[in-house]
Nanobody, 122 residues
């Protein structure tokens, strides 16, 4: 059974930084694309970033490009999201996701964590 457990969320001021972590188990981590999505109150879940199985390819939403960095440690089965220069509009629940491909992550068949809250205060 796939388990994705996020941590590292919290309250931060505008312009601050946070690093989210996701611990994965129950899947072939080396063969899985990983990603982060977020959902703000009253909005649909949206794509943030994804990273290919060995980290050679990454993709970012335009809204976070240049501020967020995704990385992974295959030996530890971990994926990270470094978030810098945070803005109030980054406030959301952040979800870790796993899929067979960066092209299908977020679609049917994606595994999801339970999420971690990130709140950016002004």
């Amino acid at each position: 059974q796939v388990q994705l457990v996020e941590s590292g969320g919290g309250l931060v001021q505008v312009g601050g930084s946070l690093k989210l972590s996701c611990a994965a188990s129950g899947l072939g981590f080396n063969w899985s694309a990983m990603g982060w999505f977020r959902q703000a109150p009253g909005k649909e879940r949206e794509f943030v970033t994804t990273i290919s199985n060995f980290g050679r390819t990454t993709k970012y939403a335009d809204s976070v490009q240049g501020r967020f960095t995704v990385s992974r440690d295959n030996a530890e089965k971990m994926v990270y999201l470094q978030m810098n220069n945070l803005k109030p509009e980054d406030t959301a629940v952040y979800y870790c996701a796993a899929s067979s491909s960066i092209d299908t992550i977020g679609q049917s068949g994606t595994s999801w964590g339970r999420g971690t809250q990130v709140t950016v205060s002004s």
